[in-house]
């Protein structure tokens, strides 16, 4: 399973980006957990949002209305749409995905497949 991060850049507070994860040599993106993690300078990586195999969204409780997950399984792609950035959001952004149903949505290392990551840079 590969996956490929895609639509960061630098945008100033208050802006938006979406970011796009696709996912190939998989059995389709619904047979996935996928997630969001993002990592800043010097701190650890932590969780973003994820999606369940039946489309059940999750959001890490401070960032729950800013940034929403969403997927395409036609285009088997996964989305985080960031809304109203600031530079605490500053950070490499990852996607993962996992097949198992095993607790621990936000837990990094409950995950099996990683992308290389897509940088998010906001200035004030």
């Known amino acids: 399973v590969h996956l490929e991060e895609s639509g960061g850049g630098s945008v100033q507070t208050g802006g938006s980006l979406r970011l796009a994860c696709t996912v190939s040599?998989?059995?389709?993106?619904?047979?996935?957990?996928m997630a969001w993690f993002r990592q800043a300078p010097g701190k650890e990586r932590e969780a973003v949002a994820a999606?369940?195999?039946?489309?059940?969204?999750l959001s890490e409780d401070s960032l729950r209305g800013r940034f929403i997950i969403s997927r395409d399984a036609a285009k088997n792609t996964l989305y985080l749409q960031m809304n109203n950035l600031i530079p605490e959001d500053t950070a490499m952004y990852y996607c993962?995905?996992?097949?198992?149903?095993?607790?621990?949505?936000?837990?990094?290392?409950?995950?099996?497949?990683w992308g290389q990551g897509t940088r998010v840079t906001v200035s004030s």
């Open positions: 993962a995905a996992r097949s198992s149903g095993s607790p621990g949505l936000f837990v990094a290392s409950s995950y099996m497949y």
């Open positions: 999606i369940q195999k039946d489309g059940v969204t």
């Open positions: 040599g998989s059995m389709g993106i619904r047979n996935y957990i």
